[in-house]
C-alpha cells in the first residue's frame, strides 16, 4: 500500500493542511511508526517545506495537546524565546520587568543541554522554587505577580517532545521548519499575544553564523505572525558570554543585582532592547523596583527569596592574564564547555546538574589587563577542573 501523505513528502510536493495534521495526529496517537516518522523528518530535512506548510506543522503541533488560556484576565500576555546562549539570564529580569509595566508573562521555559544553560536549573538553584507549577497556580501567580517562569508540563506541544527526540536520534535537528515549528509550538501554547525572539549567533550559540540566525529569525516570524501571534526577532551576537556570570546560581545572583540597578552593561542593554520599553525599562531596572516584583514571583513558586542559593559551599581558584594588553576575544563556546565540564550542564535531558559551579568572568573583551590580573574566577567543586582551566585559558585572547 502506498501511504501517499509519506510519498509526498519524498518528492517535495507541497502537502495540503490536512495531511500534516494527519502526520502530527498520528504522532501523538502512536498510529505512525517510528520508521514512517523517521523517513518524514528526514525528507523534510532534506527538501524543505514551504512557509505555508510549516505554519500548518507549526499549528497542528501546537494544538496537539492543551493550549493555555487567560480568559478573565486582561493583558497584553507577552514573551521572549531565546535561541540560547552562554550566560543567557535575559529571563529571569524579562519576566518580571515586562510584569512591573503591566504586562502578562506566561512563560515555560526549558532546561539546559549542552553547552547552553537553562532558565529552570538556574532558578532551581532557588531553594524551594518549582518550576512544576499547576495551572490555578500559574493563573494566580499571572493575576497576583503579573509573571511566572515554569517548565512545560506533558499535556503541552506532546506531538514536539516525540518529534523532537526523533530529531535528534536520526540527525535532523537543524532544519529550519523543524526548528521553527519545534520552537513556536511549545510558545503558542501560552495564549500570548506577542513574542519576541532572541536569535543568537556566534561561538556559544545554536547557530553559529549570521546567515544561518537571519534565516532562522525570518521563518520565525514569518510562521508565528501567520499563527496569529505579533512575533517580532532580534539577532544577537553570542561570541562572547552575555554578563560576567556563567553557571546557575551565579546567574541569579548576577540577575538580581540587575534587578537592583547593579547590572552589567551587555545585560542590561539586551533586556532594554527586547523588552521594547526603551527607557521606562531602563529607569525601572536602575531604579531597582522591578526586584520586589522578582521577589514575589519566587514567592509564587514557592522559593524563599531570603534563602541562600544551593550548590555551596564551592572552592574557587583565579585565572590570571599571562602578559599585559587588550582583551580581544573571550570565547563563547569555549567558555560555555568549561562549565559544562564544571557540572553546571548536562549531557543528557534526564541528568543532575550542580548548581554552584561556575564562571565569573573579570575580563571581558575591550578590557585591559596587566599581567598577572585576574581573567576569570572558576567555581568548581573538583570534577572537570583541570580541563576548565585549560579551556578559560584558550578562550582568552590578549592583544
Ligand atoms: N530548540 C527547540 O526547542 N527546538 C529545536 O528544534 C531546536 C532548538
Redesign the pocket.
Known sequence: MIDLWLAERRDGTPQAEEAIRGFVAGVVDGSITDAQRGAWLAFVMVNGMTAEETVFLTTAMTESGNCLSWDGLSGPFVDKHS??GVGDKVSLILAPLWAFLGKKVPMLS?RGLGITGGTLDKLESIPGYRTDLELPQLRSALEEVGCFINGQTPDLAPA?RIL?AT?NETQT?PSIP??TA??LS?KLVEGIDRLVLDVKFGSGA?MQTRPDAEALANSLTQVGNAAGVQTSAVLTPMSEPLGRAVGNAVEVEESMATLQGNGPKDLVDLVVELSGEGNAARDALDSGSVFPVWQSMLRAHGGDPEAPLRGGPVKEIVVTAPHSGMIQQCDAGQIGRAVFVLGAGRRRAQDPVHFGVGLHLHAKVGDTVEEGQPLCRILHAEKGLDEARRLVEQAYRIG
Open positions: 535561541t540560547g526549558g514536539d523532537y530529531r535537528v523543524l526548528i519545534s520552537i511549545k545554536f
